[in-house]
Nanobody
Framework: QVQLVESGGRLVQTGGSLRLSCVAS????????IGWFRQAPGKEREFVAT????????HYADSVKGRSTISKDQAKNTVYLQMNSLKPSDTAIYYC????????????WGQGTQVTVSS
């Protein structure tokens, strides 16, 4: 199975930037799409962005589109989420997840990294 570890979350003030990392191991990463999700206090988990490992096709939630970039470093088996112009509403635990190509669900999840945006 694929194992995922997120890192990079921290406290940042409104308007700041940060880059989250998701390191994948234990599986054939090229067979998966890697997505970022987040869960804010008192809210349901929501989709943020996704990228296909081989093709690099990306998709973003409207809430982050235009100020976030998902990318990958294949040599490091790592997917990044660069977030700029951060808002307090971006405060959440951010998770990366892997979905088998052609599957509807994300089967593998990391443990999350906390992003806190102060106002």
């Amino acid at each position: 199975q694929v194992q995922l570890v997120e890192s990079g979350g921290r406290l940042v003030q409104t308007g700041g930037s940060l880059r989250l990392s998701c390191v994948a191991s234990g599986g054939t990463v090229s067979d998966y799409s890697i997505g970022w999700f987040r869960q804010a206090p008192g809210k349901e988990r929501e989709f943020v962005a996704t990228i296909t490992w081989t093709g690099g096709l990306t998709h973003y939630a409207d809430s982050v589109k235009g100020r976030s970039t998902i990318s990958k470093d294949q040599a490091k088996n790592t997917v990044y989420l660069q977030m700029n112009s951060l808002k307090p509403s971006d405060t959440a635990i951010y998770y990366c997840a892997a979905a088998k190509l052609g599957a509807n669900n994300y089967d593998y999840w990391g443990q999350g990294t906390q992003v806190t945006v102060s106002s």
